[in-house]
């Protein structure tokens, strides 16, 4: 599976939209981006996936770059409860290898 | 999204004492189970793959002897912690795949385990 590079930081203001960027530089053409998040002391929690085209859902939208070297996973109106480490991961075989994350913090 | 189950969700035991963790899909059947490990501060350790009904597969640098892994069925695989010591303290984190359906391929994470061992 391809290794990812996100920000270890970022802050985010209450209300406004997150943007969190991943690079994936050497992913492969069937390689899936899939975004979780984990919260202190829980377990990950799914947030969107993609392939090669953008994606939306309840939760958030998945801009993935037309090489699909990078993607950027978007919280349209960030509340404290999105304060949490987001992963991005690239992978074909759905076996989630997590890096370092990001860590969002959403200030009011 | 699919429901994943652990228990316990918290246990203290002395060095040199086995510990069991339970890790169940409540509403999806999994042929493939995965267990992670997390230390403070760090990011989830992927410790091994479970099959149902086949041995596990470890990752490199995990003891197959010291984390017994079992998959008896498709809604449960156990992580057995054996002798344990203060150094396997963590927060243990199971995952399970969905095998048919619409939870077919994806996967879904439990809430975690921490273990502390004194």
């Known amino acids: 599976d391809a290794k990812t590079t996100q920000p270890p930081s970022m802050d985010c203001a209450e209300g406004r939209a997150a943007n969190l960027p991943c690079n994936h530089s050497?992913?492969?053409?069937?390689?899936?981006v899939y975004w979780y998040r984990q919260i202190h002391s829980q377990g990950p929690q799914y947030i969107i996936h993609?392939?090669?085209n953008n994606e939306t859902n309840e939760m958030a939208s998945l801009i993935i770059t037309e090489d699909r070297k990078s993607s950027t996973l978007i919280l349209p109106h960030a509340t404290l409860r999105d304060t949490a480490v987001y992963y991005c991961?690239?992978?074909?075989?759905?076996?989630?290898?997590f890096g370092a994350g990001t860590r969002l913090t959403v200030k009011p | 999204g699919a429901v994943v189950s652990q228990h316990p969700s918290r246990v203290i035991c002395k060095s040199g004492t086995s510990v069991k963790i339970e890790c169940r899909s409540l509403?999806?059947?999994?042929?493939?189970m995965f267990w992670y490990r997390q230390f403070p501060k760090q990011s989830l350790m992927l410790m091994a793959t479970?099959?149902?009904?086949?041995?596990?597969?470890?990752e490199q640098g995990v003891e197959k002897d010291k984390f017994l892994i079992n998959h008896a069925s498709l809604t449960l695989s156990t992580l057995t912690v054996t002798s344990a010591h203060p150094e396997d303290s963590s927060f243990y984190i199971c995952?399970?795949?969905?095998?048919?359906?619409?939870?077919?391929?994806?996967?879904?994470f439990g809430p975690g385990t921490r273990l502390t061992v004194l």
């Open positions: 995952s399970a795949r969905g095998s048919w359906g619409r939870n077919k391929n994806e996967q879904f």
């Open positions: 050497t992913i492969s053409g069937n390689e899936y």
């Open positions: 993609g392939l090669k």
């Open positions: 991961i690239v992978s074909v075989s759905n076996d989630m290898r």
């Open positions: 509403d999806f059947q999994a042929t493939t």
């Open positions: 479970s099959n149902e009904g086949s041995k596990a597969t470890y």
